[in-house]
Nanobody
Framework: QVQLVEYGGGLVQAGGSLRLSCAAS????????MGWYRQAPGKQRELVAT?????????NYADSVKGRFTISRDNTKNTVYLQMNSLKPEDTAVYYC???????????????WGQGTQVTVSS
């Protein structure tokens, strides 16, 4: 069984920064890719960023956050991070971390989600 717990959300002004953390239980964390999703009110949940399990930590980002967000992981701490810079009001959403389903290939979400953390960006 895997448990994911997010930290670090809050209220920030436009142009500001936040760092989200997602702590995972279980040994499987280090061998699976991880992803961050977000869901704004009235919208579908969308994929924001992913990172592979390998030492190189290959990453992918949604076009809307490229150049502003950075995903990283520390397998010694079973934690994945999302550094968010130059935040915009449209980044306001509940952010969720997810454990990837497949060991390789395009990212596919598993059934394991965190509880979510609210990020609110004021204009």
């Amino acid at each position: 069984q895997v448990q994911l717990v997010e930290y670090g959300g809050g209220l920030v002004q436009a142009g500001g920064s936040l760092r989200l953390s997602c702590a995972a239980s279980g040994r499987i964390f280090s061998i699976k890719p991880m992803g961050w999703y977000r869901q704004a009110p009235g919208k579908q949940r969308e994929l924001v960023a992913t990172i592979t399990s390998g030492g190189g930590g290959g990453t992918n980002y949604a076009d809307s956050v490229k150049g502003r967000f950075t995903i990283s992981r520390d397998n010694t701490k079973n934690t994945v991070y999302l550094q968010m810079n130059s935040l915009k009001p449209e980044d306001t959403a509940v952010y969720y971390c997810n454990l990837g389903l497949l060991y390789s290939g395009p990212y596919s979400p598993s059934e394991y989600w965190g509880q979510g953390t609210q990020v609110t960006v004021s204009s």
